[in-house]
């Protein structure tokens, strides 16, 4: 399983750099960066101990862009004064949960040290991931959080289970709920059919495993034929 560590604007060199040291520690190399500001990243990237990870970091205007391969996204955040729509996975469970989803590319998602992840960042993954902590301190530093998770995720080993299962990813998905979205536009639906409704809905048959690449080339390709008949 390929798992990519995305930091969304972060802020402080010092985590960044601890950030990286922590995938580097745990044999993971995928860190993509998404809106940092600009002085802070060029200090960061001189990090002792994380110098090739930085270096080989890609950077992203934004979270979507971010996660165009990922077909299976986990938000990390405290759940305190969230209201969470998604399942929410414990970290220790983190493992077997991967290993039970079959997927090929794994997004792990963690916010800016201030403020955490947007509520329109949460929305984007299909699972929260969140670390046990006391009610008295919900939250952590944002490179603890990463050394953390990184420790759990490297005892998470390749499964067979689901391999006939091709998940479709954040980007296919995206096409799709696009398309659908243009398809609507078209038609005099009732609230109950619009736009936000079926964009949301297909992102959860996908996230849950009911649509796989094959389903939503299919789909997408009734759509596409559809929007042909009617721009004529």
């Not at 990463?146 to 006939?164: D, F, N, P």
Request: glycine share 4%; hydrophobic share 45%.
């Amino acid at each position: 399983m390929n798992i990519s560590i995305i930091l969304v604007r972060p802020r402080n060199p010092q985590n960044i750099g601890a950030a990286a040291r922590a995938m580097g520690n745990f044999g993971l190399s995928d860190l993509r960066v998404v809106d940092p500001y600009e002085p802070v990243w060029r200090e960061a990237v001189s990090a002792v101990g994380a110098h090739e990870i930085l270096q080989n970091a890609k950077l992203y205007s934004s979270l979507k862009e971010a996660l165009f391969d990922a077909d299976l996204i986990l938000a990390t955040t405290a759940l305190k004064n969230r209201k969470i729509n998604q399942g929410v996975v414990s970290l220790p469970d983190i493992s077997a949960y991967l290993k039970e989803s079959g997927s090929e590319n794994c997004a792990i998602i963690f916010g800016p040290e201030k403020t955490g992840l947007s509520s329109e960042d949460i929305s984007l993954a299909h699972g929260v991931l969140n670390i046990p902590t006391t009610a008295k301190v919900p939250s952590i530093n944002l490179a603890q959080a990463v050394i953390l998770c990184c420790y759990e995720l490297a005892q998470t080993e390749s499964s067979a289970r689901g391999a006939k299962f091709k998940k479709p990813s954040f980007k296919e998905v995206e096409i799709v709920q696009n398309n659908i979205t243009k398809m609507l536009a078209f038609l005099d639906l009732p609230p109950v059919l619009g736009e936000k409704v079926c964009s949301r809905r297909l992102a959860e048959l996908a996230s849950k495993r009911m649509l796989d690449k094959e389903d939503l080339f299919f789909i997408n390709s009734i759509v596409n034929k559809i929007i042909s008949k009617l721009e004529e």
